[in-house]
């Protein structure tokens, strides 16, 4: 099936990235579905931004059949996150999703996978952090050049014309770091599929967390995973 597609990630410049992200629509058809999803996944968990506003972070319903039902605690089901199409943040302009990352966070190896094809985004200055927001635009809004390049001082990472006319922009700017001191001190750790927290020794692991804003967007952190200090 035709695709319009985005593929971008934060890189240092010295041979460290952080996740890599695929942004598309499909191209056949009369729908204007977005979707978004981190590319190490490998289509095992998507966000989808339908047409009819309805929206949701989720597990393919393959994967969660195979890897995940009746091993979850908090959920049987294989939506992480449903929520409606949030409200405008200005005439015609509306934010969907952000990921946030920290600027210490940017660290596995260009080696590995392929990158050939991701679209750089610089890493925040340190103590900073990096916001790739994406935002929808009505096909009747004016944008100059893209959302937030002279309020926020965003740049583009890139942009997808939908069938129906609106379009969906990639950009990013650098903000403050998250404060954490207002996250759960401790959580739950739930280890399935065979896993155990030995698996966490591994190197170049990375971890979402997943969030909500008061302007009705969801976010995602990403984080890389740290080897317990002895």
Not at 17 to 23: I, S, V
Not at 147 to 155: A, D, L, V, Y
Not at 163 to 192: H, I, L, R
Request: hydrophobic letters at 35%; glycine letters at 8%.
């Amino acid at each position: 099936m035709a695709k319009k597609s985005l593929r971008f990630g934060i890189q240092d410049g010295e041979g460290k990235r952080a996740a890599t992200w695929k942004l598309w629509t499909e191209t056949s058809g009369d729908n204007s579905e977005v979707y978004l999803t981190c590319r190490a996944l490998g289509g095992v968990l998507k966000s989808s931004l339908h047409q009819s506003g309805s929206w949701h972070t989720a597990y393919s319903p393959v994967a969660f059949e195979k890897l995940l039902k009746g091993q979850l605690i908090a959920t049987q089901n294989r939506f992480i996150q449903q929520w409606p199409k949030p409200n405008e943040i200005a005439p015609g302009i509306t934010l969907a999703f952000r990921i946030v990352t920290p600027w210490s966070a940017v660290s596995n190896s260009m080696e590995v996978g392929n990158h050939s094809k991701v679209k750089r985004v610089e890493n925040a200055p340190e103590g900073k952090a990096t916001e790739i927001d994406i935002l929808y635009s009505k096909s009747t809004t004016i944008v100059t050049d893209w959302p937030g390049k002279n309020s926020m001082r965003t740049r583009l990472i890139g942009s997808i014309t939908l069938n129906n006319g609106e379009t969906v922009w990639a950009v990013y700017w650098v903000v403050n770091m998250p404060n954490f001191e207002s996250w759960p001190k401790t959580v739950n750790m739930n280890y399935f599929n065979g896993c155990s927290k030995e698996d966490l020794k591994e190197d170049g692991l990375r971890m979402l967390v997943f969030g909500s804003e008061p302007d009705g967007s969801r976010v995602m952190y990403d984080f890389a995973v740290l080897k317990e200090s002895k």
